[in-house]
């Protein structure tokens, strides 16, 4: 079937162009080599051309959603091609609303995989929709879900984290939300690494600690100052280049 589908998809631009094929029949040719080899990367990248170009109308949303759940499928364990052809492949979908949900269920596929630095990725762009959408705090809940799911992460959630405060600072409530977000944050960071004191983990208590400062809260100040002494007492030395 893989070399079958690579000899079909090396016919594909001279047949679309020979026998002038309307964005439908291109779309039904590439739908039956992703059947035939869902793997085959040319085709998922010719179905994110047609996308890209603005040639695919909403009357072809149905096959669009069905391309787009067998790519998750298809690409699920290693994740990294998805990322490639996602913004174009959507790009088919006028309904905003729609794309957000299309991004869940690729950060979801993100997070089954266990891979950070494409859910941020994902995450990351998602926000920048909601807010084009004016929605902040949709953008901010969803980044803080992502984080959440990779506080364990050091190289990734801090950088959510930084467009989460960005997001959240100007709002109304925003600030109020951060509170909140905070302490549950901090609990899930690893304290140690390699039987060390976690870098990270400092980096980020120490960066509570002035939050909560700037916000009046000597309470939560202390309790978490506290906390710091207590795991430093405990453990070794930071790491001190890996950021986890």
Known sequence: AKRQATMVM?????LSEVEQLSVREQLHYLSRVTKL???NTEVWLAMAKLCRDGKVEQASAKVMRR???QLFDTFRNVPDFTWTVFDDLVQYEPEARRRLELYDQLIGVYVDAERPDLASLA???QADLYLELDRPIDAAKALGRTIMAFAADGRYAPKMLKKMVAICVPLE???QYLDDFWPG???AIPERRNNALSKYFVRMHEQAIDWYQH???PDAVRQIELRLDQVKQTSGPSIG???R
Request: hydrophobic share 25%; aromatic share 8%.
């Open 10 to 14: 090396a016919a594909y631009s001279e």
């Open 37 to 39: 080899c869902p793997g």
């Open 67 to 69: 391309a787009l759940g």
């Open 123 to 125: 995450r990351l762009r």
């Open 173 to 175: 409530g925003g600030s």
């Open 185 to 187: 944050y901090l609990s």
């Open 215 to 217: 916000r009046n809260h």
């Open 241 to 243: 280049a890996n950021p």
